[in-house]
């Protein structure tokens, strides 16, 4: 009868299958139970990292908004205290990274219009900005023609300027085809965009560029790089000018743009400079990183200073980088 027989040898043989069988059950069960003890643990462990992560998140976000709230003061307290901006003033010395239990805050705060303002060219009836362009193309050894294609980029009409512009009929001819913006830009890297304009190029020139949503914003001469001032002429001026206009702005800067232009290195080209200078400024770019933990926040930010009868500040535009 199988594993029931009566045999006495049989049934011992059997007793010792049945104990195998049993064995085997309890030992898949205490696998089961571990495999689920295990399972359940380590979804613990996620759920605890997660929470961990938003906490942290939160931490590093409030001081983001810390870093930004005391950059705000610090440009509201200079706009009530002094009519130029120049690079000693305490805007510029927030750099200094500070450390809080476990984290960081890290604060750099540049003047916007220490950069030309590539949106000046949506509105340049004069064509004194597309001119200043196109002297920076040069100094910078790159194709003037590219300051054209730019300005028809940007601007809201569909007429090609001269012969180097472009419009929607070369842009149709891309792969995949598109048409030009026809508006203001709202980031330089939308530079890329431009016919003829590769990552090469626009490295050489976007330090010198900013994208700020407004026209005609002078450039403040006390916060530019020397560079820049080789724009404010008719034509290109020499390398040593620039050199000699920051040496003559000293600690304090220049106090008025009459006294810039008083500027021997200027003499003849005053009338150029005076249409792009200017020695204070309302547009700042902020860059804030904070830490807390695993968590690392970066955001860019374009404030503007506005004075009236009360100065205050406001965000123009929010980047996160990550």
């Known amino acids: 009868m199988g594993w029931l027989s009566t045999d006495k040898s049989g049934f011992l043989v059997n007793s010792e ?3 195998g069988v049993a064995l085997v059950l309890v030992l898949l069960s205490l696998t089961l139970l571990a495999s689920a003890g295990s399972y359940l643990i380590h979804d613990d462990h996620k759920a605890i990292r997660r929470v961990e992560n938003q906490r942290d998140y939160l931490q590093a976000h409030y ?13 509201q307290k200079d706009g009530e ?18 450390d809080v239990e476990n984290g960081a805050l890290s604060i750099e705060v540049l003047d916007a219009q220490s950069r030309f303002n590539i949106n000046n060219l949506q509105n340049d009836a004069g064509g004194i900005w597309l001119s ?19 300005k028809d980029w940007i601007d809201e009409d569909a007429n090609p300027t001269g012969f180097e512009g472009a419009e929607d009929d070369d842009y ?5 085809p598109m048409r030009a913006a026809n508006s203001a830009m709202g980031d330089i890297s939308e530079l890329l965009l431009v ?20 026209t005609n914003l002078r450039i403040n001469v006390n916060t530019c790089p020397d560079l820049l001032f ?27 743009v009459d006294e810039f232009i008083a500027a021997t290195e200027l003499a003849s080209h005053g009338d150029v400079a005076v249409s792009l200078a200017d020695v204070s400024s309302s547009y700042f770019l902020v860059n804030v990183t904070s830490s807390f933990g695993r968590i690392i926040i970066k955001n860019r930010y374009l404030l503007k200073r506005s ?16």
């Open 17 to 19: 299958k049945q104990k």
């Open 63 to 75: 001081l983001a908004e810390s870093g930004l709230q005391w950059v705000k003061l610090v440009l």
């Open 81 to 98: 205290s002094s009519t130029t901006d120049h690079l000693n003033e305490p805007w510029n010395t927030l750099a200094q990274p500070v």
């Open 132 to 150: 200043g362009l196109e002297n920076l193309l040069e100094m910078v050894d790159q194709p003037p023609g590219l300051a054209a294609k730019i």
């Open 172 to 176: 149709l001819l891309h792969d995949p």
């Open 195 to 214: 016919k003829d304009i590769d990552m090469e190029i626009f490295e050489k020139i976007s330090p010198f560029l900013a994208a700020i949503p407004t």
């Open 230 to 256: 080789g724009i404010m002429g008719r034509t290109v001026l020499p390398e040593g000018v620039g050199r000699a206009l920051v040496a003559g702005r000293g600690e304090g800067g220049y106090l008025s």
């Open 307 to 322: 004075v009236e009868e009360k100065v205050y500040v406001d965000i123009v535009r929010v980047t996160s980088v990550s």
